[in-house]
């Protein structure tokens, strides 16, 4: 991958990285701690427990998605560092560009991608 390239997915790596740590703060009551805001969230006298069970497993489930996220676009930036950005993790084939103008924290291909997905599922 040529340097401008790379330079601009760096760009577009760092700035989504911005915006999903400024959406996780504002989600969390900005500075109180996700500690502190689920406390304050779920200690509500007026909410059945099942409500509050099923909201407690939800935001569980939101904070997972987005440290995944997270760990996807920081990885996507070592590779960035590394020089071997735009290439699969498990074939080493280089990713075509539309996948990463689409999803430029994408790791590997779409055939390694997938068999990827099929061996989580089993």
Same mark, same amino acid.
């Given at each position: 991958?040529?340097? +401008?390239? !790379?330079?601009?997915?760096?760009?577009?790596?760092? !700035?989504?990285?911005?915006?999903?740590?400024? /959406?996780?703060?504002?989600? $969390?009551?900005? @500075? &109180?701690?996700? !500690?502190?805001?689920?406390?304050?969230?779920? %200690?509500? $006298?007026?909410?059945?427990?099942? /409500? @509050?069970?099923?909201?407690?497993? &939800?935001?569980?489930?939101?904070?997972?998605?987005?440290?995944?996220?997270?760990?996807?676009?920081?990885?996507?930036?070592?590779?960035?560092?590394?020089?071997?950005?735009? %290439?699969?993790?498990?074939?080493?084939?280089?990713? *075509? @560009?539309? $996948? &990463? /103008?689409?999803? *430029?924290?994408?790791?590997?291909?779409?055939?390694?991608? +997938?068999?990827?997905?099929?061996? /989580?599922?089993?």
């Amino acid at each position: 991958m040529r340097p +401008e390239q !790379a330079t601009s997915y760096r760009q577009q790596l760092l !700035a989504l990285r911005t915006t999903m740590l400024a /959406q996780m703060s504002d989600q $969390r009551g900005g @500075v &109180l701690g996700r !500690a502190e805001a689920a406390a304050e969230y779920f %200690n509500r $006298r007026e909410d059945s427990s099942a /409500q @509050v069970a099923t909201e407690r497993e &939800l935001e569980f489930a939101m904070g997972e998605r987005e440290t995944s996220e997270l760990a996807l676009i920081d990885a996507a930036l070592a590779r960035i560092a590394a020089g071997s950005f735009g %290439n699969c993790i498990d074939c080493a084939a280089l990713i *075509p @560009v539309p $996948r &990463l /103008q689409a999803s *430029p924290e994408a790791s590997r291909c779409i055939a390694c991608q +997938e068999k990827a997905e099929q061996r /989580q599922a089993a």
